[in-house]
């Protein structure tokens, strides 16, 4: 018997577990390296993105616009299909139906804040003027910092002037471009909606095996139930937080009362930045436009309190668990596409965080923190398949 037939032997004659666990090891190596190698990368592509979709943005933001309108809008779309309309007439339909609403929106809330705008000037200086006799009232502070001024300065003073352009300059230059990516957003979103048939379609029945075209059909089902039903559920809440805001200005004697419920419904769509930023803008047309400081406070109280019952009692009884999400991952969201789009892309933020949720439930959610530790990065993989199932 040579050598080369005694180790074949040796190796035929182990036992199968210890095979079976060398191969599991190895398999077990394999994946953590294509795991780190898929971490790699996707942090990678977390970082970059903001530069490209920035540098981009009269081409990825148009498209991913368009794909979250198309999503908000196909239930209506499908709707009509289903009273007898014509899938190219129910696809305008919709769109012409969202487009209304957007131009009643801005007609409503536009013209006073124009109005507004102008007197903006004058309300500064009312500001000032109350904080001045707000100041008085504590002359004593006052003398301390002129003290620390007067300890603190160094040399002659400068005054620099920088000249910036215009507001007219400033909307002469970002109207065509905005024009241009709104009717691209537009277009791209009337296709997707005439489309949407076919591409269902084509995603169910172009896969090769009925299992994927099952989980694609619930992804896909799952990602526009829960967009839709958020957008619509959380702009009914806006709505009538609008309602009660303008009631509520009309009843104090504020200016303008529709264009403040209009503000307050459209800025209550971003989390936490939104409501802030309402406050911030009652307290200060409040302090410019009364004679003190107390009496100036309440609309932003009075806000204050509407927001308090809405975030903590209306909104999540309405939504329930399904839609709750962390909220850090949402100011991360928001953080990050008001970075790349500004204030549009923080009114896409929450959508967007939508979508990716409900299609990381399907696919698996990457274990981070345990993997770091030496865990899976996800919870389903093919070791513990192999585990369950020893004799493949």
């Known amino acids: 018997m040579s050598d080369g037939d005694q180790i074949s032997d040796g190796t035929a004659s182990e036992p199968a577990p210890a095979v079976r666990g060398r191969r599991l090891a190895f398999a077990e190596q394999e994946l953590r390296l294509i795991s780190a190698l898929v971490v790699l990368i996707g942090l990678g592509l977390f970082f970059a993105l903001p530069f490209v979709l920035s540098i981009g943005s009269v081409v990825f933001l148009p498209v991913v616009t368009a794909i979250i309108l198309t999503v908000i809008l196909s239930p209506l779309a499908d709707r009509l299909n289903g009273w007898g309309f014509p899938n190219l007439l129910a696809s305008l339909t919709s769109l012409l139906f969202f487009f209304a609403i957007l131009l009643l929106a801005l007609a409503l809330i536009l013209q006073p804040a124009v109005t507004l705008f102008d007197e903006l000037p004058t309300m500064v200086q009312n500001v000032a003027d109350r904080f001045t006799e707000l100041r008085n009232r504590f002359a004593w502070i006052g003398q301390m910092n002129d003290q620390l001024a007067d300890l603190m300065s160094r040399g002659e003073e400068r005054e620099v002037v920088v000249a910036t352009p215009s507001l007219l300059e400033e909307l002469a230059f970002a109207t065509p471009s905005f024009v241009i990516e709104t009717i691209l957003t537009l277009l791209m979103t009337f ?97 410019a436009t009364t004679e003190t400081i107390f009496i100036g406070l309440i609309p932003a109280a009075a806000y204050l309190g509407l927001h308090t019952i809405e975030a903590n009692v209306i909104t999540p009884s309405i939504l329930g668990a399904r839609f709750t999400m962390n909220p850090v991952m949402i100011l991360i969201a928001l953080s990050y596409f008001t970075w790349i789009w500004g204030i549009f892309g923080a009114l896409l933020s929450v959508p967007i965080l939508l979508m990716l949720t409900a299609l990381f439930d399907h696919v698996g959610r990457p274990n981070l923190v345990g993997f770091i530790f030496g865990e899976p990065l996800f919870a389903n993989n093919v070791l513990e398949m192999s585990q369950d199932n020893p004799d493949t």
């Open 191 to 287: 296709f997707m909606i005439e489309a949407r048939v076919r591409l269902r379609q084509r995603l169910l029945f172009g896969r090769t095996s009925f299992g994927t075209s099952i989980k694609a059909a619930r992804v896909l089902r799952e990602v526009q139930d829960r967009v839709a039903a958020y957008i619509l559920t959380v702009g009914l809440i806006n709505l009538g937080v609008g309602v009660i805001v303008a009631l509520g200005a009309w009843a104090l004697g504020v200016d303008a009362p529709i264009m403040w419920g209009g503000l307050a419904a459209i800025l209550n769509f971003l989390p936490y930045i939104g409501p802030t930023l309402m406050i911030a803008l009652l307290a200060l047309f409040g302090i």
